[in-house]
């Protein structure tokens, strides 16, 4: 069965970096598109960068684009998202998301707090 697992989330301050980590279990994403999602208190779920299993072709939302760079490990199964530059209002729960045969795979997310 197919299964999203993130890590690497904390606390950091202003201005600091974490790298997540979405290791996938259970089957292969080589050909698929995995996308990176946050949500903040009070918010609706944003998806703010993905990354073609193909060919490797990435998007960025504005509101991440230049700080944030998304990447994978085919031999490990494993994408990763660099965050650089971090704002406090990059407070979220961060998530990695697949779609496979029409279906939505999540991981359970994990916790990034910028603080200021």
């Known amino acids: 069965q197919l299964q999203l697992a993130e890590s690497g989330g904390g606390l950091v301050q202003s201005g600091g970096s974490l790298r997540l980590s979405c290791a996938v279990s259970g089957f292969s994403l080589n050909y698929y598109v995995i996308g990176w999602f946050r949500q903040a208190p009070g918010k609706e779920r944003e998806g703010i960068s993905c990354i073609s299993g193909s060919d490797g072709s990435t998007y960025y939302s504005d509101s991440v684009k230049g700080r944030f760079t998304i990447s994978r490990d085919r031999a490990r199964d494993t994408y990763y998202l660099q965050m650089d530059s971090l704002k406090p209002e990059d407070t979220a729960v961060y998530y990695c998301?697949?779609?496979?045969?029409?279906?939505?795979?999540w991981g359970r997310g994990t916790q990034v707090t910028v603080s200021s």
């Open positions: 998301k697949t779609i496979v045969a029409g279906r939505d795979y």
